[in-house]
């Protein structure tokens, strides 16, 4: 998997739809405070760090990711938004130990799948100041499956098998306990493509679930994809659906 995120790193931010209403809950959930150390482990090329950035007042942001390549976008992709200087840390985050109470915030969009759950709660637990908090933004499983891709590109949604469902995060044991019981907060945006730039997408592995699969069976899936795209949606240009997304929040009742 990581092989896969050296080779869309310098493509990925352009790939993916990145919508601001998490960050504005986020600013709203962190409110007035003067300053933020916030850290946003497996940031990848930068997206969400970029408009954390810009619209968390006093926000001072680390970037963390595993793999060199998104961080070396990432931090290519705030320079080219005026953005320097930004410290970064590397490496794996289960290898990872980062200094008590030494963030106010951490984040982590898209991500958590790519970790075990309790391993990076309890992280960051530590890694808090008494008032602070955890974002964690995803889709669950469920989404995922009613998805434009779950719903029509052959074995998307069980392929995926990362995803957690509700019930799981619920049963999530926030980093022992200390962070509490999660706030889950649901999202729905409504997108529209055309057939071939949802192929692109694909082709271009835009969800690291296209690397599980084979370059053949991609290109079947493909095919298999674009027939059902056509019986479903009679203008291939106007292909609308849903997408739906979870920000899980610990440390705001609790606190
Ligand atoms: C789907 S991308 C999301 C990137 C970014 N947060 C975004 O929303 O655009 C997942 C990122 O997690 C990173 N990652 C995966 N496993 C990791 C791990 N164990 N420790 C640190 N980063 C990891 C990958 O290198 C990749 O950049």
Known sequence: MDRHF???AGAYNALRTTDIE????IRDTLGRRGSVRGIDVACGGGRYSQLLLEHVPGLALTLHD???AMLSEATRYLAEHGIEDVPTVEGD?????????????????NAIHHFDPSMFLAKAARALSGDGRVFIYTRLREQNARSVWGQLFPSFAEREDRLYELAEVES??????SLGKPEIVQFEFQRRATLS???????SR?????SLYSPAELEQALAEFERAVRERFPDVDAIEWTDENVMIVYGSAAR
């Open 206 to 210: 835009h969800y690291s679930t296209f």
């Open 93 to 109: 985050i289960a290898d990872l130990e980062f200094p008590d109470a030494a963030f106010d915030a951490v984040f982590t969009f």
């Open 6 to 8: 050296s080779e869309v």
């Open 197 to 203: 730039e949802l192929i692109h997408q694909a082709r």
């Open 22 to 25: 998490p960050i504005l809950l």
């Open 66 to 68: 595993q793999n060199d």
């Open 172 to 177: 999530w044991d926030g980093g022992s306990g």
